[in-house]
Nanobody, 129 residues
Framework: EVQLVESGGGLVQPGGSLRLSCAAS????????MSWVRQAPGKGLEWVSG????????HYAESVKGRFTISRDNAKNTLYLQMNGLKSEDTAVYYC??????????????????????WGQGTQVTVSS
């Protein structure tokens, strides 16, 4: 059974930092592209960042580029999101998501929720003074 368990969320002041983690199990983690997706209060899903299974190619939404860094530790089956320079508009529930395609080199649809077949339960990030 595929499981994705996020952690690391919390309350942080504007300009602060948080590191999110996503512990994966039940599938060969190093064979799948992974992403972080968020949902702000009253809004739809917004793709944040993705990292490929091969060569660790990283992609970011314009809204977080230069502030967030995605990484993965295949030995620990864990996905990370380092978030620096947090803003109030970053307040959201953050989900990690597993790409539905095995060992894909097609990264053109990372922003589409339909690209993912498993999601974690989410972790709340609140940026407020």
């Amino acid at each position: 059974e595929v499981q994705l368990v996020e952690s690391g969320g919390g309350l942080v002041q504007p300009g602060g930092s948080l590191r999110l983690s996503c512990a994966a199990s039940g599938f060969p983690f190093d064979d799948y592209t992974m992403s972080w997706v968020r949902q702000a209060p009253g809004k739809g899903l917004e793709w944040v960042s993705g990292i490929s299974w091969a060569f660790n190619n990283r992609h970011y939404a314009e809204s977080v580029k230069g502030r967030f860094t995605i990484s993965r530790d295949n030995a620990k089956n864990t996905l990370y999101l380092q978030m620096n320079g947090l803003k109030s508009e970053d307040t959201a529930v953050y989900y990690c998501a597993k790409d539905r395609k095995f060992r894909t080199f097609d990264l053109t649809n990372l922003e589409s929720p339909g690209e993912y077949d498993h999601w974690g339960q989410g972790t709340q990030v609140t940026v407020s003074s």
